[in-house]
């Protein structure tokens, strides 16, 4: 994460260098990123990114976890679009994450370039969004899943179904409508118990 010096920089200044960095991860791994680009972007010597970060994948990652809080606010907001429905709140949330990528290149580019740091990272933006969640279909769906651990595993679950499917849709070039189908019947396998038959 990034040192006290980047979060003590002039707000323009701050900006400058998170615009460098959204673009870099935007178009590159984090294996095929460059601290030069970077720096030529915002304007400053490389002398000062060490300042702000102990190294390319520092940035990377802070970077990647601003992307993750859109998506998890994305995600949340669904759900209490579709009063607290998971399965239908899920579907559309994968939907958009297929259609609007290019919204979300970072996330995306780190789902296709998964490593372990990247999966802890994921899992844990999910899992602190899950008490949230917990709480929106608990007070909005009308039968809502009351064992909290229950549905803190669904969600696990669920999200590494989705993940799976992401990958797989864009290495093999599978057409939206058929991701989606796709997506909607592992669900179905997931809702074949009958404590979520009806979520």
């Keep these: 994460m990034p040192k006290n010096t980047f979060y003590n920089l002039p707000g323009k200044k701050r900006w400058k260098l998170d615009q460098a960095l959204y673009k870099e991860f935007s178009f590159y791994s984090l294996n095929d990123s460059s601290i030069a680009r970077i720096i030529a972007d915002a304007e400053i010597p490389r002398g000062s990114f060490y300042q702000y970060f102990s190294d390319l994948e520092d940035a990377y990652y802070y970077t990647l976890e601003q992307q993750m809080r859109e998506v998890a606010n994305l995600f949340t907001g669904l759900l209490e679009k579709h009063d607290g429905v998971i399965y239908s709140a899920t579907t559309e949330f994968y939907a958009i994450l297929l259609k609007e990528s290019k919204h979300f290149p970072i996330f995306t580019h780190a789902l296709l370039n998964m490593n372990g740091k990247i999966h802890q990272l994921i899992s844990h933006f999910f ?39 992401f990958i797989e849709t864009h290495s093999q070039m599978i057409p939206l409508k058929a991701a989606i189908y ?14 979520i038959a009806t979520f």
């Excluded at 549905?151 to 590494?160: A, T």
């Design 127 to 165: 899992t602190i969004d899950n008490e949230k969640a917990y709480q929106q279909q608990l007070e909005l769906a009308v039968n809502p899943i009351e064992n909290k651990d229950y549905f803190f595993h669904l969600l696990r679950v669920i999200s590494s179904v989705m993940v799976h499917n």
């Design 182 to 195: 796709n997506y909607e019947q592992d669900l179905k396998l997931i809702k074949t118990d009958q404590h």
